[in-house]
């Protein structure tokens, strides 16, 4: 079904790697396209609860794939617009948690996914770098929304017009990501997050992701508002069903994710 990444869903955790290490997973328009695909895909299958998007063999992402760009002759604003934003917003859409597996490098574009993901669990050997200042390029595919938000405008400046590395135990002391572990444990703290959003109130979590997507960018009355209209929707659910009354019996609920 796709040549570009590998896809697996078990558990209730569907897993997207990319898989382009011999150009340690450089973004193409094949792979780019099916990241998009694979993660609407994931959006519609309700077995799904929680994605996990990671790299194959020692990098995460190393960005753009520049010399197979070059070679298509589209302009800038036409790949951004027909490949990278589509996934961005996928991503950012998806009512459901998405955890990326910092496994090696995330540079360029590859820092731009990796930020776009919910939550960031990276080993300690891997950095990001937004690199595009050192190609005469100016951060994209979200980035210049992610960064600011995460770390604080001034560091956000530093880090654009550097575009230096970025190693994962400091990305998380400045909240660029959420976790910094060694190599070792890396797949340990991956599958317990998973494991635990893989059980968890999906529907509870959509609502969070989507109203935070507004937070930045609404007063406080529209936050309101958002909250009204989405508990509202939530307290009919299945899950909040289950989650009060096991929490008046004082049991363990079973969530559902709807």
């Not at 951060?139 to 970025?166: K, N, S, Y």
């Not at 929707?233 to 709807?258: N, V």
């Amino acid at each position: 079904m796709y040549q570009n990444l590998l896809f697996e869903s078990k558990n209730g955790i569907a897993t997207i790697t990319l898989n382009r290490p011999q150009v340690y997973n450089a973004l193409n328009a094949e792979l780019l396209t099916e990241i998009t695909n694979a993660v609407k895909a994931a959006a519609d299958d309700n077995s799904v609860r929680v994605l996990v998007l990671t790299g194959e063999g020692k990098a995460f992402c190393s960005g753009a794939d520049l010399k197979e760009a070059s070679e298509r002759g589209k302009s800038a604003g036409e790949i951004l617009e027909v490949y990278y934003n589509p996934l961005i917003n996928a991503i950012r859409t998806i009512p459901k948690p998405v955890i990326c597996r910092l496994n090696g490098l995330a540079v360029g574009a590859g820092c731009s996914l990796a930020l776009a993901c919910d939550m960031v669990i990276a080993s300690e050997e891997a950095y990001l770098s937004l690199l595009f200042i050192q190609i005469g390029l100016m951060p994209d595919a979200g980035a210049t929304f992610f960064l600011p938000r995460l770390v604080g405008m001034a560091r956000a400046f530093e880090l654009a017009t550097t575009g230096r590395r970025i190693y994962a135990p400091e990305a998380a002391s400045i909240g660029l990501i959420y976790s910094s572990v060694p190599a070792s444990d890396l797949d340990k703290k991956v599958a317990e997050a998973a494991a635990y959003y893989s059980t968890a109130p999906t529907l509870a979590i959509g609502s969070i992701k989507q109203v935070f997507n507004q937070s930045f960018h609404s007063d406080l009355s529209q936050m309101q508002q958002l909250e009204m209209t989405h508990q509202e929707k939530l307290l009919k659910s299945r899950d909040a069903m289950e989650g009060i009354s096991s929490f008046l019996e004082k049991k363990k609920p079973d969530f559902q994710g709807k």
